[in-house]
Nanobody, 119 residues
Framework: QVQLVESGGGLVQPGGSLRLSCVASGRGFGLYAVGWFRQAPGKEREFVGIISSGGASTNYADSLKGRFAISRDNAKNTVYLQMNSLKPEDTAVYYC????????????WGQGTQVTVSS
């Protein structure tokens, strides 16, 4: 199995940027696709984006394309979420999750990190 820990959240002004990190421990991290999700109070969990196990392919929610970007460094067991031009509606707890290739289920989740966008 793999364990995931998110970090990098905090308070940022509208229009600012943050980079979140998802650091993994355990075996076979390079075999997992990793997705990012977010959940705001009173709202359903929302898909943010995903990166393939090798990092060659990414996909994002349509509403976030152009502002958010996912990358990974398998040598460091880390996946990143770069967030630019942040808006108050981006305020949420952000989670990373790992999924084995060819599976639809995310088997492993981090604890989440809070992102607050406010002036």
């Amino acid at each position: 199995q793999v364990q995931l820990v998110e970090s990098g959240g905090g308070l940022v002004q509208p229009g600012g940027s943050l980079r979140l990190s998802c650091v993994a421990s355990g075996r076979g991290f390079g075999l997992y696709a990793v997705g990012w999700f977010r959940q705001a109070p009173g709202k359903e969990r929302e898909f943010v984006g995903i990166i393939s196990s090798g990092g060659a392919s990414t996909n994002y929610a349509d509403s976030l394309k152009g502002r958010f970007a996912i990358s990974r460094d398998n040598a460091k067991n880390t996946v990143y979420l770069q967030m630019n031009s942040l808006k108050p509606e981006d305020t949420a707890v952000y989670y990373c999750a790992a999924r084995e290739a060819f599976k639809s289920q995310y088997d492993f989740w981090g604890q989440g990190t809070q992102v607050t966008v406010s002036s």
